[in-house]
């Protein structure tokens, strides 16, 4: 049973575009980390959110956690190559913070 | 550049070997974790030390043994590996106190079994 189920799990674009990918879950989470890793690197903290209806910016990046905290999304404006990559959320629950309940995650490629 | 520093970055090993993969934090984290990633999914937790303490293990085969020789190191050796065993394997660090999930991952060291 995937708990946190993350969408599109492909996406190919074009430089220049706007894409947005979703995490969602009927879970509550006390807080949802994105990550982007590159091939054959570890995956980087992007943010976390913890409070709902949160919106964090990231220069060009925006997410936002669902008021109910049981959903987040990634927004890019203006994807560049240098966006690819693999987009991984992952949401922590309340005095288990240790196991975090990881998304599919996004293979997203920007074409030049 | 990462503070969480991984070695070796790549490793082949046969059926009968015996190796370790080392990893070294500096961030004063006090919790550190094994994860094992298959490519295109998400990592998939292995082990966590909490104060030099095993406080979880995925019901990782004991072909895997790991240690916390002290709270900035994590060593995962490895005996007698599969070769489903192949993979990219990740160190994590967190804080241990008010830690809202996150981790500090380091690059991984991509193990080949042969």
């Known amino acids: 049973t995937q708990l946190l189920e993350q969408s599109p799990q492909f996406l190919s674009i074009q430089e220049g575009e706007n894409l947005t990918v979703y995490c969602n879950s009927s879970?509550?989470?006390?807080?949802l980390q994105w990550y982007r890793q590159e091939p054959g690197e570890g995956p980087v903290l992007l943010v976390t959110?913890?409070?709902g209806g949160e919106v964090k910016k990231l220069k060009r990046l925006t997410f936002q956690f669902g008021d109910a905290r049981k959903d987040s999304s990634l927004h890019i404006t203006a994807a560049q190559p240098g966006d690819t990559g693999l987009y991984l959320c992952?949401?922590?629950?309340?005095?288990?913070?240790?196991?975090?309940?990881w998304g599919l995650g996004t293979s997203l490629a920007v074409n030049p | 550049d990462t503070e969480v520093t991984q070695t070796p970055k790549h490793l082949v090993m046969g059926m009968t070997n015996k190796k370790s993969l080392k990893c070294e934090q500096h961030?004063?984290?006090?919790?550190m974790y094994w994860y094992k990633q298959k490519a295109k999914k998400p990592p998939e937790l292995m082990f966590v030390?909490?104060?030099?303490?095993?406080?979880i293990n995925e019901s990782v085969p004991s072909r895997f043994s790991p240690e916390c020789p002290n709270s900035s190191l994590l060593n995962l050796h490895l005996h007698a590996l599969q070769p489903e065993d192949s993979a990219l394997y990740l160190c994590?660090?967190?804080?241990?106190?008010?830690?809202?999930?996150?981790?500090?991952f380091g690059e991984g060291s991509r193990l080949t079994v042969l």
């Open positions: 994590a660090s967190s804080q241990e106190t008010g830690n809202t999930g996150e981790l500090f």
């Open positions: 961030m004063g984290h006090r919790a």
């Open positions: 959110v913890v409070t």
């Open positions: 879970s509550v989470f006390s807080s």
């Open positions: 992952a949401g922590a629950r309340a005095g288990n913070n240790r196991k975090l309940i």
């Open positions: 030390y909490s104060y030099e303490k095993l406080s």
